[in-house]
């Protein structure tokens, strides 16, 4: 199985960018035992990270109650349809132990084939996804730093090139006085990001999240609702 997670490794970093595995009999284990064996996968594939200020290396995608419109808010946390993003993390993985009444569907997109065809029928607009744009770190700041974030939606790292997005955060960064705003280029350029051609996904896989963006429908949590999401690495 190591041998398995190694040619994962090579094809998140210099495949297509996902990997699906099934056959996980999670109703056999415990919720924790489920979270071991999903963090024991994800040890093979990197180093794991937190990305909320909480420290959370394992989190919960689930309907908590938290309302969509609060700017402080995570839209996983609510039953709210998920645009296509990006996480702040090279390869994020997904353990689905619970599916939703209704809805919930997982689908994923290339950033780079999104990239390439925005270039191929407006250059004029992939070239504005170079630039710096604001994205909101929705609460949690670092002391003394901005309550937002600045970088472009693409750069290129050594030959490759990488994305990191979130429109909903984009959106809700422009609130902020001292954000840099979204000129006509930039704006319509992301939001041709979101209209991709995707790909159904039956169970959540890992993702690498440089050449890849997540979405996911409008959800109707049943109880104990529960999809584990593996610490960032």
């Given at each position: 199985f190591n041998e398995f997670l190694a040619s994962m490794q090579y094809e998140l970093r210099n495949g297509i960018g996902f990997k699906l595995i099934r056959g996980l009999p999670t109703a056999d284990y415990s919720a924790q035992t489920c979270a071991t064996i999903f963090c024991g996968i994800g040890s093979y594939l990197g180093s794991a990270r937190s990305q909320n200020a909480a420290g959370h290396l394992l989190g919960h995608v689930r309907d908590i109650g938290a309302d969509v419109s609060d700017p402080k808010s995570r839209i996983y946390q609510t039953t709210a349809r998920q645009s296509f993003h990006t996480d702040s993390c090279d390869v994020v993985g997904l353990l689905c132990l619970t599916e939703a009444m209704e809805g919930g569907d997982s689908m994923l997109a290339s950033s780079v084939t999104a990239f390439n065809e925005i270039s191929r029928q407006?250059?004029?607009?992939?070239?504005?996804?170079?630039?710096?744009?604001?994205?909101?770190?929705?609460?949690?700041?670092?002391?003394?730093?901005?309550?937002?974030?600045?970088?472009?939606?693409?750069?290129?790292?050594?030959?490759?090139?990488?994305?990191?997005?979130?429109?909903?955060?984009?959106?809700?960064?422009?609130?902020?006085?001292?954000?840099?705003?979204?000129?006509?280029?930039?704006?319509?350029?992301?939001?041709?990001?979101?209209?991709?051609?995707?790909?159904?996904?039956?169970?959540?896989?890992?993702?690498?999240?440089?050449?890849?963006?997540?979405?996911?429908?409008?959800?109707?949590?049943?109880?104990?609702?529960?999809?584990?999401?593996?610490?960032?690495?």
């Open positions: 407006r250059p004029d607009l992939a070239a504005a996804l170079f630039e710096v744009v604001a994205t909101d770190r929705r609460g949690e700041v670092p002391p003394g730093q901005e309550p937002f974030f600045t970088i472009p939606v693409y750069n290129w790292s050594d030959g490759f090139l990488t994305c990191i997005y979130q429109r909903n955060y984009i959106n809700s960064a422009q609130r902020f006085e001292t954000a840099p705003k979204l000129n006509s280029a930039r704006y319509i350029s992301e939001a041709r990001l979101q209209r991709p051609g995707a790909s159904r996904s039956v169970m959540a896989p890992t993702i690498g999240q440089h050449t890849s963006y997540t979405s996911s429908g409008y959800a109707e949590s049943c109880p104990m609702d529960d999809m584990a999401r593996n610490g960032d690495h």
